[in-house]
């Protein structure tokens, strides 16, 4: 399997638009579209393997070098704090990482203690040390917008797409933390073993994406 490039995935959004690029450049992504209950799929023709996976493990497996390519939300990047090459921005999966609560809220997160639920621990206990401030972080795995409404924490740090969450929850942005989009990254070590078949996936998906930005500007 040395000579395939093993690209991870979690499936849903982030993955059926990258298979739409991948496809774009000859690669039968059939297999991984529908995928059953297999979790290593194939395109045999073009020496590509996938893996299905769950959107958190896909630093993880990229980082150990099972896979070579992996497309990943710039927030779980963040999260997981593994030394991946970042190599393509792919621009989908837009949304933005925010602090979260009741407007009321917005005064004592600039001078008290506060405690913040999240999924996001590590990007949240960065983002405050850095303005050296003292917090308590309660990790959760979901639904966080329920901390400040049932009262286990003053604010929120998680993703805001629409913004239709925290509004039905009487909750409003208080900072923005960064931008979030899928990305696409590599092995360091599978991109120099394997520099010219992923140079050239890259290079292939990053002219798509630009011919896409032609045809149809944000
Ligand atoms: C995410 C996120 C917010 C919501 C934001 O949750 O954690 O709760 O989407 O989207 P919006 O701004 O469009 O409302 P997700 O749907 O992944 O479910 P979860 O709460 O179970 O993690």
Redesign the pocket.
């Known amino acids: 399997m040395s000579d395939f490039i093993t690209i991870a995935l979690a499936k849903g959004r982030l993955a059926d638009e990258t298979f739409g690029l991948l496809e774009a450049l000859g690669i039968d992504c059939s297999e991984p579209r529908n995928p059953g209950r297999q979790l290593v799929l194939y395109d045999r023709a073009n020496s590509i393997r996938f893996i299905l996976v769950k959107p958190s493990d896909v630093p993880t497996y990229v980082d150990h070098g099972v896979a070579d390519l992996g497309v990943v939300g710039k927030d779980t990047l963040l999260e997981a704090g593994r030394p991946l090459y970042e190599v393509l921005d792919l621009g989908f999966g837009r ?1 933005r990482l925010c602090v979260a609560g009741y407007p009321s809220q917005t005064a004592s997160i600039r001078h008290a203690t506060f405690r913040v639920a999240t ?1 996001y621990p590590s990007i949240a206990r960065n983002y405050w040390e850095a303005q050296g401030k003292p917090i308590e972080i309660i990790e959760l ?5 329920l901390g400040p409404v049932i009262g286990l924490s003053d604010v929120i740090l ?9 509004r039905a929850n009487g909750l409003v942005v208080l900072e923005e933390v960064c931008e979030v989009s899928a990305q696409l990254v590599c092995n360091r070590v599978s991109l120099k073993t394997k520099r010219e078949r992923i140079q050239w996936l890259i290079d292939g998906m990053e002219r798509q994406l630009a011919e896409r930005e032609r045809r149809s500007p944000q």
């Open positions: 949304c999924k795995h979901g639904s966080v917008e998680d993703i805001v797409e629409s913004g239709s969450t925290l």
